[in-house]
């Protein structure tokens, strides 16, 4: 869990992973046989297979949801800020930021007015990015000088472990990440070449998975993300699409790719003999890395594994540590046994 705690607290928003690109080549590193880094920052580890087994590629996205500033107000001292990948505004109001510029990094406050003066109308109003300011608590002068337009901005918040549940920021997808790091790790025998892939970009469209799965070329893809656990009060249970606690999640769709139905088959098949927990998943809304893979060149048989988690794309997203458990398991299982794996259809 001390690597979780480390890549979840790094930062990094689409396009500037360098921080928890520099955790994940310190950890495979070690445990691969090849490793590159290509021009949109992807990560590719290639552990090889002791046959001629089928490649696999597996995806996880480095990149979390932030910001650019976008503005610099040289009277006050306050930056406007452009969002980059999808927030809920809601949960934006009363955060803690950093802004990191080349001098250094800042701690700034996501600044709005207080409700004693808010008029009724401005009350009922939903709030909305334009709305906000980052306020860095320094004379506008000091602003000037050290924060320019384009410089990235994440929210601060440190992981904790809640109950069962561990939570933190960036959740989505570093969980993705540790999973991908942990099972290459524990993976023995296995006849596949092993391509462990720390995206870039997805947040904006996957497009880190873009090129990297270009490049891999593999027959399969799993894509590992987090997905929705709506199992809280006001949501009904056929709601939840999963819930915490009840293992890893197999996707069976979402609205970006169909998986293939073999490999759901094969990975619901592979839990039920090693007593994986597990649970079946349809997400409504949303997709992962499995998007872009499965339509590479000629396309390719693809499935995402999922880590249920609450409170998506907020400071305090949380999932359960025997379901993140259950996924590494479910991982490592799968690619020992991939070369015997029918992906024709
Ligand atoms: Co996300
Ligand atoms: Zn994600």
Known sequence: ????????????????????????????????????VDALGNVIALKKGSGRGPKVMIAAHMDEIGFLVSYVDGRTGFLRIDPVGGF????????????????????????????????????????????????????????????????????????AQVGKLFSCKALDDRVGVYVMIEAVKKVKKHTADIYAVATTQEEVGVRGARVSSFNVAPDIGIALDVTVASDVPGAGEHEHVTKLGAGTAIKVKDSMSISHPKLVRKMREIAEKKKIKHQMEILPRGGTDAAAIQMTREGVASITISIPTRYLHSVVEAAHIDDIQASINLLASFLEVAHTVDYQL
């Open 1 to 36: 869990m001390q690597l979780l705690k480390e890549l979840c607290e790094a930062h990094g928003i689409p396009g500037r992973e360098e921080a928890v690109r520099e955790l994940v080549v310190r950890e495979l590193e070690p445990v691969s046989d090849e490793i590159q």
């Open 88 to 159: 809920d505004t809601r949960v934006l109001m009363a955060q803690r930021v950093v802004v990191h510029a080349d001098g250094g990094d800042f701690v700034g406050i996501i600044g709005t007015k207080p409700v004693h003066i808010l008029s009724e109308e401005e009350r009922k109003k939903n709030l909305e990015i334009k709305d906000l300011f980052v306020d860095l608590g320094l004379p506008a002068s000091d602003v000037k000088k050290r924060v320019r337009v384009g410089d990235y901005v994440t929210l601060q918040q440190d992981s």
